[in-house]
């Protein structure tokens, strides 16, 4: 048989393999998960999540210092506050504990970007991701604290706030108030098709965020839905921001394709707790070769055409590069 083309011609060396990838990933674009506690001394595993821990602001270096070596320089940080109430106050506050840590990390990490989640679930004694009108979040008020919120964050001297409430019209109304306060270069990524996954369990256990009632439906969307996500990304793009995401990322790859097919502007996805740790699991349990499952799946994100990857395996993804495993 006469063949005029063979695909397998760009396939028999590991060199030519490289040179014809179509996907590339860098480790400029990972984004480490970072989770801060109030106290002192402190670093205390997640059980869910083996190898992740919460950290004092005085004990930061065990992880910035690893951070850094590996080459990954941007954190996206969650704090875990000592007290709790209705209006999730500790989010705002100067001293609260994602605010020390902004300013720990600049004075002693300069070269780190720093991007905070802005939210009030981890901060609310209700667990619920706004402020309450009886059960329900009050959209149009919660926007008021998330702006507050990201001010805060930005006085501090985050590089980029995160929104990840949902809220209908926060880009918009966060991007105003930033302005307002002078914050002209503060960026801001969107989660703005965040569904309502079950994927989220072994996170809700790190950063101590479980609704104490109900679940987060009524603002998180549902996961049967694909135009739902185009129209809010297309929203959130609309109202100023800088970033789109897709959150999870390996349930929503098609979400992702098509995101990054209709915008312009870099689109990032947030590989979660859960889809971590059943890596972890799998592993510890032998059905999976652990290093070969967490470069697939990774760059199954990066071909299904997020620019940005938030992982919590981006120590060793940045590890897997140096090694040319994966890039």
């Known amino acids: 048989m006469d063949l005029l083309y ?27 998960p970072l989770f801060t506690v109030d106290g002192e001394g402190i670093v205390e595993e997640i059980s869910s999540m083996e190898g ?22 941007k954190v996206l940080l969650f704090g875990i506050p000592a007290h709790k109430d209705d209006c999730g106050s500790q989010a705002y506050e100067e001293n609260g504990i994602v605010q020390r840590t902004i300013r720990y990390i600049r004075e ?22 706004g402020i309450l009108c009886g059960e329900s979040v009050d959209n149009d008020k919660t926007l008021e604290y998330l702006n507050r919120i990201a001010v805060s964050h930005a006085r501090a001297g985050a590089h980029m706030v995160a929104p990840s409430d949902m809220m209908d019209g926060r880009i918009g109304s966060m991007r105003e108030a930033l302005d307002e306060a002078g914050f002209f270069e503060v960026s801001i990524m969107a989660y703005s098709a965040k569904y309502a996954s079950a ?11 479980a609704p104490a009632f109900g679940d987060r439906k009524s603002y998180q969307m549902d996961y049967h839905n694909r135009k739902e996500a185009l129209k809010e990304a297309e929203l959130d793009a609309a109202e100023g921001a800088d970033i789109i995401m897709v959150k999870p ?39 999976i070769d652990e290093e070969k499952i967490i470069c697939e799946s990774a760059v199954s994100i990066y071909r299904a055409g997020a620019n940005i990857l938030i992982t919590y395996f981006a120590i060793e993804l940045a590890g897997f590069m140096d090694e040319g495993k994966i890039g």
């Open 6 to 32: 063979r695909p397998r011609r760009l396939r028999t060396s590991d060199t030519l393999r490289k040179m014809v990838r179509e996907t590339r990933v860098s480790k400029e674009s990972l984004i480490y």
């Open 249 to 287: 990322a390996l349930s929503y790859l098609d979400i992702i394709r098509e995101v990054a097919d209709r915008h312009e502007i870099p689109v990032a996805a947030y590989s979660v707790s859960g889809e971590y740790s059943m890596i972890k699991a799998a592993s510890r349990a032998g059905f």
């Open 52 to 73: 992740q821990y919460r950290y004092s602001v005085d004990q930061l270096s065990v992880i910035m210092d690893r951070l850094v070596d590996a080459g990954v320089e």
């Open 108 to 129: 002693n990490y300069p070269s780190v970007y720093i991007i905070t989640d802005v939210c009030m679930c981890e901060y609310t004694s209700h667990g619920h991701c």
């Open 199 to 209: 994927f989220y369990g072994p996170f809700r256990e790190a950063a101590g965020s």
